[in-house]
């Protein structure tokens, strides 16, 4: 018996390591919860990329390969890449998939990169950042933005940048680290007005908000960045909310999506040059699933509009704006391709042209994104067997 | 010496069930291998806030109603699952019969077991004997899975 079990010890040994882990586990099922969540977050897809136009007319693409972020540009609308720059001289692990996406702003020569650092801790995370001051030649060594240090959720950041200064946010749990009862976590932001050299002190912009969903950001007309993000209203409504930063949060869903879990499944919004703000979002709501429109004018918030194919999974939508016309994407899955639906309007939200399809691939796909740029509107879109896209899809 | 102490452990400890795989089709096999009886579907990940809560009350479900069949699918990868064994028997659901999602588009496989869930989790469905379900986004309250267990199952 002891014989027959030394052996199996043995093939025990040579199969290694996860033996070892796995008896981690047996005493500790919390410790055990944060290696799966580490290696989950070594091993991930990296779908998730971020693009965005220079002055010039050059795109540039950041993605996450290993523990670095690269940096590469294209001359010719995304066909072809330059050898990319690796930003992070220091190995680090960076959330890269689904609603969490490393964020590229560029604003004349600056261009500004921000991400999520994964911590060893369970959906814990920092808020890094780097610039370059000289055209993407080089970048500064990262610096983590959130003040509050501990190994907690600061995670899902976004950032928008102009000639004024950049603007982070994101999702922080440190007012509820030692309180069980809060509810969620809160929304932060960090601002810098010397071109990404420091941040000023952190600021909350609102308690309670929904854990792992995106968050959008859009300049206001007078350069406020306006925040759109989902919140837990009363014990666990997580509905739509959206502030200018500094300002008190309006409610802009009234979904009524009562629920404990985590739906990984933010809005967008887009602002118009008369400070009208285009929204889309996803509910779960059993009266009106799916993603959902809403032009807000002043007070005036128009009836929300309901699109997608809700049997083929509609959803990650992104939404812009140039002068009356309004433009939507977001994907479906119809069981054998992911694609890329788009639809419409010309008279700023109103009336709507049909879906129609814009790309489709037949393996794993990332969210759809819109960016300007070439005196255009482009989406971009990366996938798994087709390669990295980005098609000029308006004005 | 050490690694010997340690199989013993686990030769000792409960018994935990081998993870399967989680293809298109595998929820006709489920529902096969279940002709007549009822059971809940319980999706999760090992990356979701709320779901350590969901395995808390399905636990404490499967040790005052042993009689309860549970059917654990994790949304994961296939190379996790020796981890998510190992978290489901951390939450007393050793010897439950759990899955995990096996194909590199998890929307695939949404598809099939729903196509109207959007992938919040964690998602559970309380399928009857007649195999109609009823499918429910977020944490089940331990009464709420109580009662069904008093309902469904004697």
Known sequence: MVRQLTSLAIACLISGAAVAHDHAAHQAPKRDYAKVWLENQEKAPRLAVAASFDPAGR?????????????????????????????????????????????????????????????????????RFAVSQDGGHSFSDPITVNDDTRPITHRFNAMLADQQGVTLSWIDKRDGADRAEYRGAAIYTARST????????????????????????????DGTPVILWRQIFGRNIRDFALARLGEPLRRVSEDDWKIDACPHHGGAIAIDVEGTRHIVWFTGAEKSPGPHYRRIDGQQMSSPMPFGNLDAQAGHPAVAVSGNE?????????????????????????????????????????????????????????????????????? | MKYFL?????LSGAAHAETRFFTPGSLQTILADRAGKPFILSLWSNACAHCPAELKNLGELARKHPGVDIVLVATDTPDEAQQLEKLAQSYGLGKTEQWVFADPQPEKLRFEIDRRWYGELPRTYFFNAKHRREGHSGVI???????????HVK
Request: aromatic fraction near 8%; charged fraction near 20%.
């Open chain 1, 194 to 221: 010397d071109g990404g050299r420091s941040f000023e002190a952190n600021r909350k912009l609102e308690d309670h908000s929904c854990e792992c969903c995106r968050i959008g950001m859009a300049s206001d007309r």
């Open chain 2, 141 to 151: 309250p331990l009464e709420r899975l109580e009662s069904w267990a008093g309902e």
């Open chain 1, 326 to 395: 309004v433009t939507l994407v977001w994907r479906e899955f119809d069981g054998s391709a992911n694609r890329i639906m788009s639809m419409r309007s010309t008279n700023r939200g109103t009336d709507w042209s049909a879906p129609s399809i814009l790309a489709s691939t037949r393996g794993a796909a990332d969210y759809p994104q819109l960016i300007r740029g070439q005196g255009g509107l482009w989406l971009i879109w990366n996938t798994a067997e087709d390669g990295f896209k980005a098609m000029r899809v308006g004005t």
């Open chain 2, 6 to 10: 340690l199989l013993l452990a686990m």
């Open chain 1, 59 to 127: 795109l540039w693409r950041v993605q996450t390969v290993g523990k670095h972020l690269k940096l590469s540009s294209s001359d010719d609308g995304g066909a072809h890449f330059s050898a990319p720059l690796t930003v992070n001289r220091e190995p680090e692990l960076i959330s890269s998939d689904g609603e969490a996406r490393p964020q590229i702003a560029i604003v004349g020569q600056r261009i500004y990169l921000s991400w999520t650092q994964a911590l060893p801790q369970p959906f814990a995370g920092h808020i």
